[in-house]
């Protein structure tokens, strides 16, 4: 059973405008969602957090959205840019076992 | 150097041989992970580790063995490799339970190929 879904396998976007990467989640204990970046041969990196007492954080081109009542958390990134194309993973986490479940994943490709 | 190490980075193995993959972080972080990514399934949580001596399961434990004598090691052992075992494997690290300590770091993965 799949807690954490990432139901866009793919998303193409043109640089300058906005992505909008989607995220669900099943399991109503999770309080801490977590966004990663990865490249190829390379390890995923962390991007941006939010907890569960929050409905959004920013930082910087990137801000996360969170809509617990639909369990449901979004990554927007603007302007979009061509160093931004990887896959994007989100994660999320019950603080009463700090174990982390991914997503599938969102290839993203950002067009010059 | 500094940070979290996986070794080795690439593996070939055959069908029923033993392989270890290493994972060494130098931070002294209390929680170690082991993930495997397989396309369309992202990133499986396979066993974590709370401390030294204290391991749990994850989503995707058979197959695998784990152990965590020292801090700073989480090997993972495949004890009789399986063709569905070949993955690129990930070994993350975070400092403590706390919200701000809830970021993981991962390492660059393993790339395991069982023939």
């Known amino acids: 059973d799949q807690q954490v879904k990432q139901n866009s396998p793919s998303l193409s976007v043109q640089e300058g405008r906005i992505s909008i990467l989607n995220c669900d989640y099943t399991n109503s204990m999770f309080d801490y969602f977590l966004w990663y970046k990865k490249y190829p041969a390379e390890g995923p990196t962390f991007l941006i957090s939010?907890?569960?007492?929050?409905d959004k954080n920013e930082d910087g081109r990137f801000t996360v959205f969170l809509n617990k009542s639909a369990k449901h958390l979004s990554l927007h990134i603007v302007p979009s840019q061509p160093g931004d194309s990887a896959v994007y993973f989100c994660?999320?986490?019950?603080?009463?076992?700090?174990?982390?479940?991914f997503g599938t994943g969102t290839r993203l490709k950002v067009l010059a | 150097d500094a940070g979290i190490t996986q070794s080795p980075r690439y593996k070939i193995t055959e069908t029923g041989r033993q392989v270890t993959l290493m994972c060494h972080q130098t931070w002294s972080h209390s929680y170690m992970f082991w993930y495997r990514q397989d396309l369309g399934h992202g990133l499986r949580l396979i066993y974590y580790?709370?401390?030294?001596?204290?391991?749990d399961k994850g989503e995707v434990p058979d197959g695998y063995v784990v152990s965590r004598s020292k801090t700073e090691n989480f090997p993972l052992t495949l004890e009789s490799a399986t063709r569905s075992q070949t993955s690129v494997y990930f070994c993350?690290?975070?400092?403590?339970?706390?919200?701000?300590?809830?970021?993981?770091?991962f390492g660059a993965g393993s790339r395991l190929t069982v023939l």
């Open positions: 580790s709370a401390a030294a001596d204290i391991t």
């Open positions: 994660a999320a986490s019950d603080s009463g076992t700090y174990k982390y479940i």
């Open positions: 993350a690290s975070k400092w403590g339970s706390t919200a701000g300590a809830n970021v993981l770091t």
């Open positions: 939010i907890s569960s007492i929050k």
